[in-house]
């Protein structure tokens, strides 16, 4: 696929086809702008012909768009696998929730986005054209862009397809394309340590994001498969180690889940573990998810929850529900549509 290229890549492929360098950054300019193939015309007929099949061919399957301006998307990828995403609104700019894979084979028992096991990754390209195509489809180009931060937070986990997430990063900072700095990406991730260290050894400063949502590990095995490889004292250490190197504070996700996670006493327990460095966690409201058979709270627990972080001397706050009226956690629309298929 032609957008796993570099710049530099794409330019030096052309030349290999034999046509000027030029032409590789003309195509590269036209792929940032998520042109259709049809749409290019300033490029030879027979070097479009040449690279056909390898241009990017992704579309939108299906829009929703809540009242708040908050729009779900579902994409119809080249080989016909579909995912998702969430374009959100805020003072501070646009945020695009990103999927990194098809499916996921993390499976957590509160998410919609493993119920079909994992497909495949998407390469670097795929991630980044998810975001290309956001762009365009809300009037933004490359000089005035309608998507300025991005969250690995969609379909997949991120630090399982770690090579083409670490490339997707070079490839949405070149300046000549979306030019968008690590410091506008978070990763989420649901703890897979050995890959917290390589990211922080590697150079990389995005804002990690950590799937936490317990207390203790006998908790967390109950909810998440992931907890029977690595404890919370590890995911812990490997933070500590990324703050350490990168000097960026560390977000802890807590989906709250009704008489599992909810009550004051793992409120306590929890602000004891996360004492002793920058970090701020985000309290969630589980959404409801049909076949995995869990509740999410109930009232103001939420904001019951978060205050009692925030006497124990955290950082916390409630995650704004976005896009209710469209319906559907992480997953769900994608599922939907599969579930149709069948």
């Known amino acids: 696929m032609l957008l796993d290229y570099s710049r530099e890549e794409l330019c030096a492929y052309i030349e290999k086809l034999g046509f000027p360098k030029f032409r590789g950054a003309q195509l590269f300019d036209a792929m940032m702008q998520a042109k259709k193939i049809n ?10 012909k040449e690279i056909e099949l390898e241009y990017p061919h992704f579309e939108i399957e299906r829009c929703l768009e809540s009242k708040d301006g908050t729009k779900k998307y579902i994409y119809r990828m080249n080989d016909g696998e579909i995912i998702e995403g969430v374009f959100m609104k805020y003072k501070y700019g ?86 968008i700095s690590q410091r506008n990406i978070s990763l989420s991730t649901c703890g897979l340590v050995p890959n917290i260290y390589k990211l922080a050894d590697d150079g990389w400063n995005v804002t990690l994001t950590i799937s936490l949502h317990a207390p203790n590990d006998d908790i967390r095995r109950k909810t998440m498969p992931i907890a029977n490889k690595y404890s919370i004292n590890e995911i812990i250490d490997a933070c500590k180690y990324y703050f350490e190197k990168t000097g960026r504070r560390i977000i802890f996700e807590y989906t709250l889940v009704k008489g599992v996670n909810d009550k004051t006493e793992h409120a306590e327990e929890l602000s004891k573990v996360l004492r002793g460095f920058p970090c701020h966690v985000n309290v969630i409201p589980l959404n409801y998810v049909k076949e995995r058979n869990l509740q999410g709270p109930t009232g103001k627990s939420p904001y019951i929850f978060a205050d009692k972080l925030i006497e124990k001397g955290l950082s916390a706050t409630v995650r704004r529900t976005l896009g209710a009226d469209i319906g559907g956690a992480c997953g769900q629309l994608r599922n939907s549509i599969l579930d149709k298929k069948v």
Do not use: W
């Open 94 to 179: 646009n945020t695009l929730c990103i999927s990194t894979q098809v499916g996921c084979r993390m499976g957590c028992k509160f998410c919609a986005s493993s119920l079909h096991g994992l497909i495949r990754n998407l390469s670097a390209g795929e991630i980044l054209e998810q975001i290309l195509i956001v762009n365009r489809d809300n009037g933004g180009d490359l000089k005035h862009r309608a998507v300025t931060n991005i969250v690995l937070m969609g379909s997949g986990e991120p630090l399982d397809n770690y090579d083409n997430v670490t490339k997707f990063f070079k490839l949405l900072g070149d300046e000549k394309g979306m030019n």
């Open 39 to 48: 749409e290019i015309t300033n490029l030879p007929k027979n070097l479009l």
